[in-house]
């Protein structure tokens, strides 16, 4: 009896020890998350998911074809480019996303999903890209901010090959030249959609 007795109080002080140390890196964890989401807010829109039962009828609006090649610019948690490769069939998807941890986290389900040979996800901004990087797209998704959407269609978007689809969700934005089309509107749950084509 005595023998269990101090084995217990033994032990004790080492389940503090590990508790604290569990303790520590869920604080760290909870601390890298928060300070990502903040930069991502900083650099223009904060992490918000679209929900999948709307994401395919918002592609599917947008006309999304097997031969595309997507770009998403500040691609989240990666469902915009999942959902493109495995519901459209595309041959290539890209995203761009500057938040370490939403970063980690899509890279950790295009992983466990096997699709590491169609989707590449860069943790870059992407006000920062040149236009070798994004010179294949034939389609973009933006689901941002206007501020960052107004400074894309004026400088990135710009370079863009005549042709290639932009599909904004939720922002569109004050055009005042004549390099973009817009092709149709829709509302589609309490978002509404705007097809462009570069002209
Ligand atoms: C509203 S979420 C959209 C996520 C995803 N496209 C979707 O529809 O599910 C916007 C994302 O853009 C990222 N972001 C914001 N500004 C950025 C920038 N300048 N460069 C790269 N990513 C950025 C944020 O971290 C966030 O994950």
């Known amino acids: 009896m005595t023998g269990i007795f101090s084995l217990v109080s033994k032990a004790i002080p080492l389940l503090e020890f590990l508790l ?3 303790l520590f890196f869920l604080v760290l964890m909870a601390l890298f998350f928060y300070v990502s989401l903040f930069y991502s807010e900083i650099l223009g829109a904060p992490f918000v998911s679209l929900r999948k039962k709307y994401l395919k009828e918002i592609l599917k609006f947008g006309g999304l074809k097997e031969e595309d090649v997507l770009f998403d610019f500040g691609s989240g948690d990666g469902r915009v480019l999942i959902t493109a490769v495995e519901n459209f069939g595309i041959k290539k998807a890209v995203g761009f996303e500057a938040s370490p941890c939403v970063y980690w986290l899509s890279k950790f389900f295009i992983k466990i999903r096997g699709l590491n040979s169609k989707i590449k996800i860069f943790p ?3 006000l920062k890209i040149e236009k ?4 294949e797209a034939t389609f ?4 941002l901010f206007p501020k ?7 400088s990135q978007l710009f370079q863009l090959k005549p042709g290639t ?8 934005p004050k055009l005042e030249n004549h390099y973009y089309r817009l092709l149709k509107s829709e509302k589609v749950g309490w978002h509404t959609i705007y097809l462009y084509q570069k002209i």
């Open 165 to 172: 689809k932009i599909l904004c969700v939720s922002f569109s």
């Open 20 to 22: 604290i140390i569990v």
């Open 124 to 126: 870059q901004n992407f």
């Open 132 to 135: 070798e990087e994004f010179e």
């Open 148 to 154: 960052p959407v107004e400074k894309l269609f004026k």
């Open 140 to 143: 973009v998704f933006l689901y």
